[in-house]
């Protein structure tokens, strides 16, 4: 900054011509697209509660998809056994492909891996498909079970889990009248 040219550049940028340094414009902070319900949060927090049970340092999809066959009441359990699946040989077969660390880093706060981003990205998808204003369990469960990336997926592959069966149980569970979430 010393030297003619400095001067000269400073010169030329007085304030009456303009601004001497301008910001940066940051868009605004986007909204999420689709809130979660109660449930959703709930197999969120779960899920986070399952990674941490199995000593591992991020939020997979199949923790997300253990969390949400916790609940024997919730409508993920009640459409899968719509559909004749047993839930227990299910969790049986994540939790066979996907063992628990014997040793692993505890932390309050894990973040979410890949597949499970992905999972939650495929839920707002669904959810926003059949026209919900919010993302319930049963658009985290075609999401967990849809993302490639993840363990679900391939551990679960040879049932045949469709998804077109498996939004027609979610939406025989949730009832006749088209409730948000799911």
Request: hydrophobic share 45%.
């Amino acid at each position: 900054w010393e030297g003619p040219s400095a001067w000269a550049w400073i010169h030329r940028c007085r304030p009456e011509d303009g601004v001497l340094f301008k910001r940066p414009k940051i868009p605004p902070p986007r909204p999420p697209d689709l809130p979660f319900d109660e449930g959703a949060r709930d197999a969120l927090g779960g899920a986070t509660a399952e990674a941490q049970r199995a000593n591992v340092t991020s939020v997979h999809a199949e923790h997300l998809l253990l969390a949400l066959l916790a609940d024997p009441a919730g409508v993920p359990v009640r459409a899968l056994q719509r559909l004749g699946f047993d839930v227990e040989v299910i969790r049986r077969r994540i939790e066979h492909a996907a063992p628990p660390r014997p040793w692993g880093v505890r932390a309050p706060v894990l973040p979410f891996a890949d597949d499970a981003k992905g999972a939650i990205e495929f839920a707002m998808r669904e959810a926003r498909a059949a026209g919900l204003h919010q993302v319930g369990t049963g658009q985290l469960l075609i999401g967990a079970l849809q993302s490639p990336q993840g363990v679900p997926f391939r551990a679960l592959a040879h049932l045949d889990i469709t998804p077109v069966a498996l939004r027609s149980a979610i939406a025989a569970e949730r009832g006749p009248s088209p409730s948000p979430g799911g």
